[in-house]
């Protein structure tokens, strides 16, 4: 149909032409804004990170059907065994612990494992290599570098023999461990269970309702405002030719920023708004369900059981 | 007159940073009453919504409500506000703004526990609203990651709970498929069959024809320009032209149950 006249837009001239041909791919192609490229990544990563847990929350393991705060009470238990422990035997048994804990909740045992390992006990052990050194704790010779000798360091003169301690080697490895460990058996919990329970079980820990629910807020609106960042820089992506100059970086990074900061102010008024008129006047009111199954009752008792053999053996295994 | 519910007396309002809004508005709203407010972007109805929420107050003139002189002070009242959100809810336009819990189930069960409902009856609420809505699958869900159509019952579902005696929604069919929409204008025709006050805003006609019987036109200037029957302000073209809600190229298409208005593509 026709469009009246009076409201036919005038089209300048160069709108007029069709320009539908397809260009042959330059050879500085690849070069594309890598930085904008890469914000994006990390911004999917985040939603899929997001995505996943809900997933593997809802898989039907046998960590998933355990009640959220026995769970988290276990998992707490046997983070302190492990924080607790002399023995190397007894952290080798947590983490085979969780482990099982991890296949038997249908979780892809062998990638979070890789990921749990080869990133934060690495750093840890990086950062604990100096303590292994007689410097810090001295000991039995494990690994001898050099004896009687006078050396000198950026000035300082190191001990005339230096060598890795047997005594600081263990507290490297068992802080190793112990991080590995807890992160395993946190990331464990994470991941089988939804993270409005996960955070409502933290009442059972005396974390207060106005702090959960707090959390809980700015999880949802984090994951909202990724949502809209990435829409901002998907925008900015399919009008951005080559590479941004480091100017156009920070140019664009801060009117990122004011955007999503101007929009997180409404939202949050209106955030508020919604709130009072749904009746709330500055204190949460929640509803606190008790029902514990024949399942947590066991778990409990599994838990309860290999902590306190774990603590009362660790004593007399070395 | 007593049996007004609403009454709004030479009301101003303005926002800090856009100058006045609204001067010696006047509005009144009967119990039972199904009210559109129509008018063109920026026409200031969701401030309107608002003020008659108890969520902007006005600078001068009065706003009574169930009798009463609603002021700042008086909302400050927790007994007073929880009692008078029992009675008045408001579906906002922002669904991600109302939607706040990371569970659905939690989201509908918020209302009814802050109003201070026995637990088991918030449960046996919530659960009646989820069946009647038929969103039951969706209970567990993070309410961010539904679609705009799922969030909007939602937020609907949020509100229906409490079970208010004056329903106010902002644009409530915005971004909903035709189902939804119909589904959404039965369940606010029932309910205001059985004496719920229903307001509205919109800019959609079809919709302020199919929902309501009295309708108030905003012009772009913040005026209420109209208040009278929803059929007189449609038939009044060049009023709707006026206040930007048609243009001159509009027109309506028979005349018994298929009456709209639509514009030239």
């Known amino acids: 149909m026709p469009i009246d006249k009076p409201y036919r837009p005038e089209l300048p001239p160069w709108m007029q032409n069709n320009n539908t041909s397809c260009q042959e791919p330059s050879r500085n192609r690849g070069k594309h804004s890598g930085f904008i490229k890469k914000t994006i990544n990390e911004i999917k990563k985040v939603m899929v990170d997001d995505r996943t847990s809900e997933y593997f929350s809802r898989q039907p393991g046998l960590l998933q059907a355990v009640d959220p705060r026995v769970k988290l009470l276990a998992v707490l238990a ?95 490895l068992f802080l190793f461990l112990r991080v590995g460990i807890s ?28 702090f959960i629910m707090i959390i809980e807020m700015t999880y949802r609106y984090i994951i909202l405002l ?38 997180s102010t409404m939202l949050a008024e209106e955030v508020y708004q919604a709130m009072t008129a749904r009746g709330y006047t500055g204190e949460a009111v929640t509803i606190e369900e008790m029902n514990l199954g024949n399942i947590d009752l066991l778990f409990s008792m599994c838990i309860i059981v290999l902590t306190t053999s774990l603590v009362i053996g660790g004593r007399f295994i070395g | 007159m007593a ?25 009144s709203v009967k119990a039972g009453d199904s009210i559109c407010l129509l008018g063109a972007n920026g026409s200031g109805k969701s401030t309107l919504l608002k003020i008659l929420c108890a969520l902007n107050y006005p600078e001068n003139g009065s706003f009574k409500a169930f009798g ?13 506000s929880k009692n008078y959100y029992r009675q008045v809810g408001f ?28 637990a088991d009856e918030v ?14 699958h969706l209970m567990d869900r993070p309410p961010y990651r539904l679609s705009g159509g799922e969030k909007k019952k939602i937020a609907l579902a949020a509100v229906l709970v409490i079970n208010p005696e004056v329903l ?18 039965e369940l606010l025709l029932q309910l205001n069959s059985i004496g719920r006050t229903i307001i509205i805003a919109t800019h959609d006609l079809n919709l302020a024809h199919t929902l309501t019987k009295r309708t108030l036109v905003l012009s772009e200037y913040h005026q209420v320009v109209f208040d009278g029957p929803v059929e007189e302000a449609l038939d009044n073209k060049d009023l709707l032209i006026k206040v930007n809600l048609i243009d001159e190229f509009s027109h309506t298409h028979g005349h018994t149950e298929h009456v709209h208005v639509y514009t030239h593509g």
């Open chain 1, 78 to 172: 046997l983070i302190i065994t492990a924080g607790i422990t002399r023995s190397l035997y007894i952290l080798l048994i947590l983490e085979l612990t969780g482990a099982v804990m991890m296949m038997i909740s249908r979780l892809p045992f062998t990638k979070l494992q890789l990921r749990i390992w080869g990133f934060i006990p690495m750093l840890t052990l990086l950062a604990a290599v100096p303590g292994m050194f007689n410097i810090f704790n001295d000991g039995t010779p494990l690994l001898v570098f050099y004896e009687n000798r006078d050396v000198f360091f950026m000035g300082f003169q190191l001990p005339q023999t230096l060598f890795i301690s047997l005594q600081g080697f263990k507290a490297a």
């Open chain 2, 68 to 80: 009463r002189d609603i002021t700042e002070k008086l909302m400050e009242d927790d007994n007073f």
């Open chain 1, 226 to 263: 990724l949502g809209l960042s990435l829409d901002l820089f998907e925008a900015r992506k399919v009008r951005t030719v080559g590479e941004l100059s480091s100017s156009a970086r920070r140019l664009l990074f801060g009117s990122s920023l004011a955007v999503l900061f101007s929009r």
């Open chain 1, 183 to 210: 992160l395993s058996l946190g990331l464990t919990l994470i991941l089988t269970t939804p993270l409005d329970r996960l955070l409502k079980s933290l009442r059972v820990i005396g974390v207060p309702t106005i």
């Open chain 2, 168 to 185: 106010i929604l902002d644009e409530p069919t915005a971004g909903l498929d035709p189902r939804s929409q119909r589904w959404l204008v």
């Open chain 2, 91 to 118: 579906v906002f336009q922002n669904s991600d703004a109302q939607l706040f819990t990371s569970r659905v189930w939690d989201e509908i069960a918020f209302g009814p526990l802050q109003m201070g409902l026995p």
């Open chain 2, 123 to 136: 449960k046996i609420r919530v659960n009646d609203i989820l069946r009647m809505l038929n969103i039951e």
């Open chain 2, 3 to 27: 049996d007004n519910i609403f009454e709004l007396q030479q009301v101003s309002f303005s926002y800090r940073s856009e100058g006045s809004l609204f001067s010696g508005l006047n509005l």
